[in-house]
């Protein structure tokens, strides 16, 4: 079993930058891929961004790419989502998620583990 707690969300102005993180508890962390996820209301969870085990590969979401980073700190059982450029339609419920497919995945399915969510709201 895999715990992940989010943190970080918060309303910020278009425009602005906010980080997230995710906090791993219970099996090894390192061992896992990482995914963030995001739900706006009314719509599906979408794949974000992913980062594989060592934190040497990652990819994004077109809709994200060049303003947000998504990076790992095995030591501390962390993953973070930095936010950069946030626009109003980056407005949803954040989920972070772990894998065990090598390299992650951008398939909802691929993933084992779920946070609660964060709560972004970016105002224009």
């Known amino acids: 079993q895999v715990q992940l707690v989010e943190s970080g969300g918060g309303l910020v102005q278009a425009g602005g930058s906010l980080g997230l993180s995710c906090a791993a508890s219970?099996?090894?962390?390192?061992?896992?891929?990482m995914g963030w996820f995001r739900q706006a209301p009314g719509k599906e969870r979408e794949f974000v961004a992913a980062?594989?085990?060592?934190?040497?590969?990652?990819y994004y979401a077109d809709s994200v790419k060049g303003r947000f980073t998504i990076s790992r700190d095995n030591a501390k059982n962390t993953v973070y989502l930095q936010m950069n450029s946030l626009k109003p339609e980056d407005t949803a419920v954040y989920y972070c998620?772990?894998?065990?497919?090598?390299?992650?995945?951008?398939?909802?399915?691929?993933?084992?583990?779920w946070g609660q969510g964060t709560q972004v709201t970016v105002s224009s």
């Open positions: 980062i594989n085990w060592s934190g040497g590969s990652t």
């Open positions: 219970g099996r090894t962390f390192s061992s896992y891929a």
């Open positions: 998620a772990a894998t065990q497919v090598y390299g992650g995945s951008t398939r909802r399915g691929a993933y084992d583990y």
